[in-house]
Structure formats: structure tokens, C-alpha cells
T-cell receptor, first 115, second 110 residues
């Protein structure tokens, strides 16, 4: 069974440009999460989809970030325009259920560098 | 005060040693306590899960939770070089999202 797939694995862009990250969850997983880790900090929650609906987007830092999950399958996270402080590793995770004990499966992340 | 704190390490031990990794937290609403292991350039993977206070053992790994002192521990027996990774504690309350600790880097030297 394929795991959670993220691409690109690395992205280097200049400040002010737009970047779109993609996540393909494990097939059949309705719950999809985005997290990020900026340099030297903890992994922080960004948002949670259940199917195509945003269940919780309380962690989104500002309106330069837009996440979508059309059709309830893959998800994209767009940053427009990118700022220096957006650099970090963006992780996607999926789970079959949304219970607190549900096991999250993480992708390998997208390393975003904004210059 | 951060919600979840861990000693960042790095912690270096010889192969075969018993490793103790610890985590403290401040939110008394946390009920679910996960330990994730993260290898370099990979995403975190769930290692252990404990609900409320108590111990849980899985092979060489034992997780302990003491809710009265808000203290979480992960013990690794007979540590192996393949255990070298960053260990993240991640508690969660019902209806809440995971809060990850900063992680402890462990190196097990052959």
C-alpha cells in the first residue's frame, strides 16, 4: 500500500513568488492534515480536512495560505505571495478516522526555502 | 511556557544502553499521548500511543504517562543504531489537535 506522498520534495523560490505544494493521502483516508516545521521550532498544525471540507483551519498563519482538497482526494497548499518566514518543512498526514487515537501517517514533507 | 517541552539533545548512547526520553506538558486537558519517531528527511511515524496515565510496553519500547505531574517518558531497552532518530512526544486532548514537542535527537553508537 502506498503511503502519503508529497511533492515536490524541495522547492526554492524567491520572496513574492507563488508556490503550490501537493499531498496525496493514503487511499480511503478521509482525514488529511497539514503541518509545518519552521527552523528550530516545533511541528505546528495548520489545518484539517475531512473529505473535501475544512474541519479546522485554526493553524493557518494568514490569508497568504490557501488549502484545497477538491473531490476529497489529494490536497494542495498554496502560498501566495511567499515571504521569508514561510521557509520550513511542510508535512501532510492522513488518517482513516478522526478519533483522538487515530494513527496519523505522515509524508516525507516538502522543504520550502524562500530567498 | 510552551505547551510541550523536551530536551532537544543530542543524546548519544552506546549500543545496548537503556535510553530514557522525557517530555513535560502544561495542558491538563491532554488525554492521549503519542510518541513519534522521525528519521532524517522523513516524516514522523507513530511509535507508541498511551491513553491517560499508565504504562504501555511494545517490544523494546515502554511509554509511561504520569498525568499528576504532567510528565511523559519513553524508554528504549537494548538500544540499536537503527534507533538513531528524533523522538517527538505529541499529546492531544479530546477534540483538539496534536501538539508536538520540539523532539529529542538520539544517536546510538555501535
Amino acid at each position: 500500500e502506498a503511503g502519503v506522498t508529497q511533492f515536490p520534495s524541495h522547492s526554492v523560490i524567491e520572496k513574492g513568488q507563488t508556490v503550490t505544494l501537493r499531498c496525496d493521502p493514503i487511499s480511503g483516508h478521509d482525514n488529511l492534515y497539514w503541518y509545518r516545521r519552521v527552523m528550530g521550532k516545533e511541528i505546528k498544525f495548520l489545518l484539517h480536512f475531512v473529505k473535501e471540507s475544512k474541519q479546522d483551519e485554526s493553524g493557518m498563519p494568514n490569508n497568504r495560505f490557501l488549502a484545497e482538497r477538491t473531490g476529497g482526494t489529494y490536497s494542495t497548499l498554496k502560498v501566495q505571495p511567499a515571504e521569508l518566514e514561510d521557509s520550513g518543512v511542510y508535512f501532510c498526514a492522513s488518517s482513516q478516522g478522526g478519533a483522538p487515537s487515530a494513527k496519523l501517517f505522515f509524508g516525507s514533507g516538502t522543504q520550502l526555502s524562500v530567498l | 511556557q510552551k505547551e510541550v517541552e523536551q530536551d532537544p539533545g543530542p543524546l548519544s548512547v552506546p549500543e545496548g544502553a537503556i535510553v530514557s526520553l522525557n517530555c513535560t506538558y502544561s495542558n491538563s486537558a491532554f488525554q492521549y499521548f503519542m510518541w513519534y519517531r522521525q528519521y532524517s528527511r522523513k516524516g514522523p511515524e507513530l511509535l507508541m500511543y498511551t491513553y491517560s496515565s499508565g504504562n504501555k510496553e511494545d517490544g523494546r519500547f515502554t511509554a509511561q504517562v504520569d498525568k499528576s505531574s504532567k510528565y511523559i517518558s519513553l524508554f528504549i531497552r537494548d538500544s540499536q543504531p537503527s534507533d538513531s532518530a528524533t523522538y517527538l512526544c505529541a499529546p492531544r486532548g479530546y477534540g483538539q489537535n496534536f501538539v508536538f514537542g520540539p523532539g529529542t535527537r538520539l544517536s546510538v553508537l555501535p
